[in-house]
T-cell receptor, first 113, second 118 residues
Framework: AQSVSQHNHHVILSEAASLELGCNYSYGGTVNLFWYVQYPGQHLQLLLKYFSGDPLVKGIKGFEAEFIKSKFSFNLRKPSVQWSDTAEYFCAVNGGSQGNLIFGKGTKLSVKP | GAVVSQHPSRVICKSGTSVKIECRSLDFQATTMFWYRQFPKQSLMLMATSNEGSKATYEQGVEKDKFLINHASLTLSTLTVTSAHPEDSSFYIC??????????????FGPGTRLTVL
């Protein structure tokens, strides 16, 4: 069965620190990959997505992610985090039989001002 | 961007009553909507797939008679929790699938509904 692993449950950083959140998936076919962000009290918002082409994709708010097919990874990065990036981040793959998303367990990011 | 609304955002009900949650895609048509359930500190778990004009497809372990889904139009899907019990208390999230070819297959999420069953 397809699955998505996010290895970091909770990451705590100071402002201006660099961020990398890991995401690995297990799926043998063609995948579409997503990162969603959920700010406190708000709904899931699409941060970025990868379908094909350049494996380095840029999203909103300075985030980017790199698809490495050989490693089945799609890690999220940001060079310099801000306090406002405090949120929960979910990696997902569009690999469900119904076209549904399969989510990782999420990584909570806390940024200290 | 694509917007999905959910109503109500929060509901408290007595055990044994039924609760209806609406999910609407506001600026696009969605032939497919998904219903997820999110437990505290856990990820989203797919409950069912709602296809316009056809019966919903339920994931294993989800009772179709308890969680009734109706996708009456291309912009509206409803989830009715029938005879709710405290163990049904959870955060229910819908998403609407925007699909115009494989390169645009993206889901947009509603804000969720917090259900508390007393």
């Amino acid at each position: 069965a397809q699955s998505v692993s996010q290895h970091n449950h909770h990451v705590i950083l100071s402002e201006a620190a660099s961020l990398e959140l890991g995401c690995n998936y297990s799926y043998g076919g063609t995948v579409n990959l997503f990162w969603y962000v959920q700010y406190p009290g708000q709904h899931l918002q699409l941060l970025l997505k990868y379908f094909s082409g350049d494996p380095l994709v840029k999203g909103i708010k300075g985030f980017e992610a790199e698809f490495i097919k050989s490693k089945f990874s799609f890690n999220l990065r940001k060079p310099s985090v801000q306090w406002s990036d405090t949120a929960e981040y979910f990696c997902a793959v569009n690999g469900g039989s119904q076209g549904n998303l399969i989510f990782g367990k999420g990584t909570k990011l806390s940024v200290k001002p | 961007g694509a917007v999905v609304s959910q109503h109500p955002s929060r509901v408290i009900c007595k055990s044994g009553t039924s609760v209806k949650i609406e999910c609407r895609s506001l600026d696009f048509q969605a032939t497919t909507m998904f219903w997820y359930r999110q437990f505290p500190k856990q990820s989203l778990m797919l409950m069912a797939t709602s296809n316009e004009g056809s019966k919903a497809t339920y994931e294993q372990g989800v009772e179709k008679d308890k969680f009734l889904i109706n996708h009456a139009s291309l912009t509206l899907s409803t989830l009715t929790v029938t005879s709710a019990h405290p163990e049904d208390s959870s955060f229910y999230i819908c998403s609407a699938r925007l699909w115009a070819g494989t390169s645009t297959d993206t889901q947009y999420f509603g804000p969720g509904t917090r259900l508390t069953v007393l």
